[in-house]
């Protein structure tokens, strides 16, 4: 990574540009052509260093209710829940931890009915049933991007 795949994450995570063609802005910043800046974040993609792109929205000011979970899995039942869990489209992340506890994911839904709704069809498709939901009291931190 040098200095110019910096400067386009830097630009990519604080101020990406919401126009027809926003990797032609991106490029323009940066001195190179658009085809340049999408072969450079195509190769910080398949290096891991970026996993996707998208924009991140205040779910709660959009009127959607949201939770973090966490659940206890048994070890064989990993995969099967892990499936489950990624089939909705309002999981946002799903991770395992090294914990009595060791799935966790957060789950977005249009309002608390459904996100009960899908917890309750992720409890019987999977067996799991010690799913504990942690919705935020009060947001202390939003934002997540880093100065390279």
């Known amino acids: 990574m040098d200095s110019i795949d910096k400067q386009i994450l830097n630009i990519i995570q ?3 540009p919401v126009v027809k063609e926003p990797f032609k802005v991106v490029a ?15 190769n910080l993609k398949e290096e891991g260093i970026i996993r996707r792109i998208g924009a991140v929205f205040d779910s709660k000011k959009m009127g959607y209710a949201s939770t973090l979970c966490t659940a206890k899995v048994p070890k064989e039942k990993l995969k099967k829940f892990v499936a489950a869990v ?9 991770y395992r ?4 506890y060791n799935m966790w994911f957060t789950l977005i839904a249009p309002d608390q009915e459904t996100l009960k709704k899908y917890l309750t069809e992720m409890r019987e498709r999977t067996g799991v049933t010690d799913i504990i939901c942690m919705t935020a ?3 202390f931190k939003i934002d997540a991007t880093f100065e390279l």
């Open 14 to 16: 604080k101020d990406f």
């Open 86 to 94: 990624n089939s909705y489209a309002g999981v946002t992340h799903n």
């Open 137 to 139: 009291t009060q947001i």
């Open 28 to 42: 323009d910043q940066v001195g190179l052509s658009e085809d340049e800046v999408l072969k450079r974040i195509k």
């Open 97 to 100: 931890r090294s914990h009595e």
